[in-house]
DNA sequence: TGTTGTGAAGGCGTTCACAGCC
DNA sequence: GGCTGTGAACGCCTTCACAACA
């Protein structure tokens, strides 16, 4: 496989989470035009998107819903677990170590931690929340491959340098901060500053379309 | 001002953040080739972002610190307050209410609702969590302008709906769903799954590099 | 006829490279 | 000399359009 367009990624992400939909509703078979109806992009982007990946089609007939399901699982490597370290026992993340989606997905979070005096050895579920200078010896012991960052913005690079030192190859991040981070370790994050101030850009200059879609024209 | 890709709206937002650090460490005049350095993108880049909104700094010398922030701050529409409705009072949507960034970048929510019996009625800070029928009438009378969807994703496209019913021009989405909206409406959306799927995909393809950065080659 | 898979064309964002100015 | 601002070149991703096939 060649290399693979981050935005390919994503639409997968996407498609997996229709095709449950479809799937759902008691359909068997999906063309690339259904599919991209209930994704908001078009035919031919479904179907160039799998084609990286192989053929799993029938000309004249479309995609077997199932079998779609299960190329794109393991396409994104969801036919394992992940298990998860989470830094940051505040706000965010405590509503990420309750969110059930996460669960859900195949992301285990398996550690906690925090440096805050009046969190460190409480309770969070099953787990207790441990000090950050806990981390490489837990995260090794549990086997943690991902790290999520739920920290204030100024500790964040710091807690990366950590977690790539602990041996960690993924992290999420949520710290309105940019990380800078070795190419051997993949770094997603969620921005809500960004996101909202995109939005505040899209209302302030009245122009905030961008795609055409299906029910409606589409935005974002 | 023509037509402005959603990067360069996103990469301004994140020179502003960085700004206000190099404005934290005292410095005055920061040049393209600084500013790129503390955001991972290239001089080059930078340049061509600020370009498409006027001629910022002074050749010879970079950009005057403080005037940079103050020319970003009136592009993104910052220099308003915007007045915020979330819908879901639940793990995710609590934890968007206590969370400070949000009312340090200029936006206050302003009414919360949800349709869990067991909730409506409630305080959350100083509002009471509204039943979803309340939300026009609510809306209008507060002035709302931007709608945060943090339902389970079943609900977001009808919450969406409403949203734009009631009039509001610019919808935060949190719900792991596509969202279809007409092209009046600004659509920002915040997926956690699509983020950690990405994320297994680079680390199951041990393949995670991306772009060229600064202090470590750059991820993300 | 209906739909996939894909090379080629097109469009858009990033990078280059240099003229213009301090 | 140093640095910005920007047209032009480049490269990547999306869209087109059609051959292959059920």
Redesign the pocket.
């Known amino acids: 496989m060649d290399?693979i367009?981050d935005?390919?990624v994503r639409r997968l992400s996407n498609y997996l989470r229709v095709l449950d939909e479809i799937a759902s509703a008691g359909e068997d078979m999906v063309?690339?035009?259904g599919l991209a109806g209930r994704s908001g992009?078009?035919?031919?982007?479904v179907?160039?998107d799998?084609?990286y990946f192989g053929?799993?089609?029938?000309?004249?007939?479309?995609?077997s819903v199932a079998a779609l399901k299960a190329e794109i699982r393991a396409i994104l490597g969801l036919n394992k677990r992940w298990r998860v370290a989470l830094v940051g026992a505040g706000n965010i993340g405590s509503a990420l170590f309750a969110y059930k989606e996460f669960g859900r997905q195949g992301f285990d979070i398996v550690a906690v931690f925090d440096n805050a005096e009046d969190r460190v050895g409480q309770r969070l579920g099953d787990l207790t929340i441990e000090p950050i200078s806990e981390f490489a010896r837990l995260s090794q012991q549990r086997g943690v491959e991902i790290g999520v960052i739920a920290t204030p913005p100024r500790h964040a690079q710091e807690i990366a340098e950590r977690m790539i030192a602990a041996g960690l190859k993924g992290i999420l991040n949520f710290a309105p901060r940019k990380l800078f981070v070795p190419d051997t370790v993949a770094l997603r994050s969620v921005n809500m500053a960004i996101e909202l101030e995109s939005l505040s850009f899209a209302l302030a200059h009245g122009e905030p379309a961008r795609?055409a879609g299906r029910r409606f024209p589409l935005a974002e």
């Open positions: 290399h367009s935005s390919t063309s690339s035009h992009v078009t035919p031919a982007q179907r160039k799998l084609s053929s799993f089609g029938r000309r004249g007939l479309g995609y795609r």
